[in-house]
C-alpha cells in the first residue's frame, strides 16, 4: 500500500473531519500505512448522543428488520474479503491466510447472530397468587461502548455489534490504536447500507482519552471490552460511579496439560497450531504446558522441531508463512526479556530464544523452554508470542492443581487418550473452557468466558447474546 489514506470518525453515518494524528504502520516492516483521528471531547459526545438518539426506533423494529441489516454487511465482508484480509495482514500482521479466516469468520458470526432474530426469547413464570401471570422480558441495554484489542481486530467488531445490534441496541466502536483501519474500513461498507444513522458509530482514538471518555460516560449502558487485565481493571473504576453494566474478556493463560497415554504427535501438532496461530497474541492458545515425566523427553522433542519448522517473517512480502511479526516494539521487548529471565532462573533454551534478525519488523523466534518451574513469571504471566514454556509434572493431580494456581481462567487443554482422565480434568480445571485432544479455538455457537481475573460475563452463543439485554419482569393480576 504506497498511498496514505486520512481516516475520519463514523458518526451518524457520516463520515466527520477529524485531525488524523495518529500514524499506523506495518508491524512487519514498520511502513506507515495510514493515520488515523483522535477524537475530541465532542466527537465521542457526538457518538454517543447519535447513538442514543437513534435506540429507541431501532428497538422497535422488529428483530428479523435489524437481522436483515447484518446479513447485508457480512454479503459486503464477503464481496470485500480478500481486500480486507489485506489490509489486517498489512496493520495487525498475521498470515493473509489467518486474515482470509478472520474475514470469513466475521461474516459467518454476522448471519449466526442475524438467525437468533426469530429465537430471542423470554419466559411465562407461574404465579403465587391465583389470576396472575409473570412474564420476563428481555429488552435492550441502550447504548453499548464496545472497546476493541488489536489481535483480531475485524472479528471483535462482529463480536461486539452483532448481538449489540440485533437484540436492539446501537454501539459506539473504539478499535485498538494498533488496529483502526480495519474499523474504518467496515464503517464504509455500513455506510453503504440503509442502516438508520447513530446505530453503528466509530471513533478512534487511544485509550487513555477515548476509551476513557467511552467508559466514564453516564450515556452508556454496556461496556463490552477486550483487553487486557490491567485495562478491565482500569475500565471497572471509570465504570463504577455510573454503575455502568460490565462485559469484560481479559487475558489469558493457557495450560495445556499432556499426559503420558497421549497421541504425541497430534498433541504436538495442536499445541504448535496454539502458540503460533497469531504469533502467539490469542487471548485462548497455549501459554504453558503441563508435561507427565514419562513422555517428557520424547515431547520436548518433538515440540522444539515442530516449532523450529514454523515459518515466519514477513507475510505480504513472503507469501506463504506460518507466522508473521508481533505487534510493536514493546511487545518484541516484552517477550524478549520474559525469556532472559525465565533462562537467568533455569530454564533451557531447547529451540529459538532471541530477537529473529528479520529487517525493520518485530520479529522473534518461535520459542521452546524446558525445565520450566511454576515460581516462574513465564509459567504465571501472559506471554502473548511464539514462545512455549514447559514443566513436568508426575501425574494428573499435580498438573491439574499446576493448571488452577493461576490468577487467570480463560481456555484450558488436555491431550490424553483415557476418557476418564479427560473426564476427571473437565470438572476439575477451573476455566471457562477446557479443549480435549483439539487446539484451542472457540465456536460461535459456544460461550467464550473466563473464570478469576480472565473477565466478567462472556461472549458467543445464546449466553453471549443475552449479555446485551436486561430482564423486566412483568406482574398482570386480571
Ligand atoms: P489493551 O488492554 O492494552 O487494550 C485494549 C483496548 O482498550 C484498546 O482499544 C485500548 O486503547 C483500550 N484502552 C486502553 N486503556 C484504556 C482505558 N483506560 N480506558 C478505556 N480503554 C482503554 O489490550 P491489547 O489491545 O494489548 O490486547 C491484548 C490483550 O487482550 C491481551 O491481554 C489478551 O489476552 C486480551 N484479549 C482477550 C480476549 C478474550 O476474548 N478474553 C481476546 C483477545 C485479546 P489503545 O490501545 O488504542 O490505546
Redesign the pocket.
Known amino acids: 500500500m504506497t498511498e496514505i489514506i486520512h481516516y475520519q470518525n463514523f458518526i451518524a453515518n457520516a463520515f466527520v473531519p477529524s485531525d488524523p494524528s495518529i500514524e499506523v504502520r506495518n508491524p512487519a516492516n514498520n511502513q506507515l500505512l495510514a493515520r488515523v483521528p483522535e477524537a475530541s471531547g465532542e466527537q465521542v459526545e457526538a457518538a454517543i448522543a447519535a447513538a442514543r438518539h437513534a435506540q429507541k426506533n431501532w428497538a422497535a423494529r422488529p428483530a428479523i428488520e435489524r437481522a436483515g441489516y447484518l446479513r447485508k454487511i457480512a454479503s459486503k465482508v464477503r464481496d470485500n474479503a480478500e481486500r480486507l484480509a489485506h489490509l489486517i495482514t498489512a496493520e495487525q500482521g498475521k498470515v493473509l491466510g489467518l486474515a482470509r479466516v478472520e474475514v470469513n469468520f466475521t461474516a459467518d458470526y454476522l448471519d449466526y447472530m442475524a438467525e437468533w432474530a426469530r429465537r430471542l426469547e423470554g419466559e411465562v413464570l407461574t404465579s403465587d397468587r391465583v389470576g396472575e401471570n409473570i412474564f420476563l422480558l428481555r429488552k435492550p441495554l441502550g447504548v453499548v461502548a464496545g ?6 481486530p475485524f472479528f ?1 467488531i462482529a463480536r461486539k455489534m452483532a448481538p449489540a445490534l440485533v437484540t436492539g441496541n446501537t454501539i459506539v466502536i ?5 488496529t ?1 483501519i480495519n474499523c474504518f474500513e467496515f464503517a464504509r461498507l455500513v455506510a453503504e447500507t440503509d442502516l438508520p444513522p447513530g446505530v453503528f458509530n466509530v471513533v ?5 482519552t ?3 471518555r ?2 466514564r460516560h453516564a450515556g452508556v449502558d454496556l461496556i463490552s ?8 481493571s ?2 471497572m473504576a ?1 465504570a463504577a460511579p455510573n454503575i455502568t453494566k460490565l462485559n469484560l ?4 493463560k493457557a495450560p495445556a496439560i499432556v499426559l503420558a497415554d497421549a497421541d504425541l504427535e497430534l498433541a504436538v501438532k495442536a499445541v504448535t497450531a496454539s502458540r503460533v496461530i497469531n504469533t502467539g ?4 492458545c497455549a501459554e504453558r504446558v503441563y508435561v507427565e515425566r514419562k513422555v517428557a523427553d520424547q515431547f520436548i522433542e518433538q515440540m522444539a522441531a515442530s516449532m523450529a519448522a514454523t515459518r515466519y517473517g514477513d507475510p505480504l512480502a513472503e507469501g506463504d508463512l506460518d507466522m508473521g511479526p508481533l ?1 510493536n516494539q514493546a ?1 518484541l521487548d516484552k517477550v524478549a526479556q520474559m525469556v532472559r529471565t525465565a533462562t537467568g532462573q533455569g530454564a533451557e533454551v531447547v529451540t529459538g530464544g532471541a530477537v529473529a534478525d528479520k529487517g525493520a519488523g518485530f520479529h522473534y523466534q518461535p520459542t521452546v523452554l524446558a525445565g520450566c518451574g511454576s515460581d516462574m513469571a513465564i509459567m504465571r504471566q ?1 506471554i ?1 508470542g511464539p514462545v512455549l514454556p514447559i514443566q513436568i509434572v508426575e501425574d494428573l493431580d499435580e498438573a491439574i492443581a499446576l493448571a488452577n494456581d493461576s490468577e487467570y481462567g ?1 481456555t484450558s487443554s488436555v491431550y490424553t487418550r483415557s476418557l476418564s482422565a479427560a473426564m476427571r480434568a473437565s470438572n476439575e480445571l477451573d476455566f471457562g473452557e477446557t479443549y480435549i485432544n483439539r487446539e484451542n479455538f472457540e465456536a460461535m455457537q459456544g460461550f ?1 468466558a ?1 473464570a478469576r481475573k ?2 466478567i460475563g462472556g ?1 458467543d452463543g445464546k449466553h453471549g447474546l443475552y449479555e446485551y439485554t436486561h430482564t423486566h419482569v412483568v406482574y398482570i393480576q386480571i
Not at 472497546?147 to 483480531?152: E, K, S, Y
Not at 473504539?174 to 494498533?178: F, I, L, R, V
Open positions: 472497546i476493541l484489542p488489536w489481535n483480531f471483535l473504539k478499535p485498538s490504536e494498533e483502526p478512534s482514538g487511544t485509550g487513555a477515548v476509551g476513557q467511552l467508559t471490552f477486550t483487553g487486557s487485565v490491567d485495562t478491565g482500569r475500565i471509570a474478556e481479559l487475558g489469558g497474541q490469542v487471548c485462548n505487534i511487545a501472559e502473548f480463560l467464550h473466563g480472565s473477565g461472549a
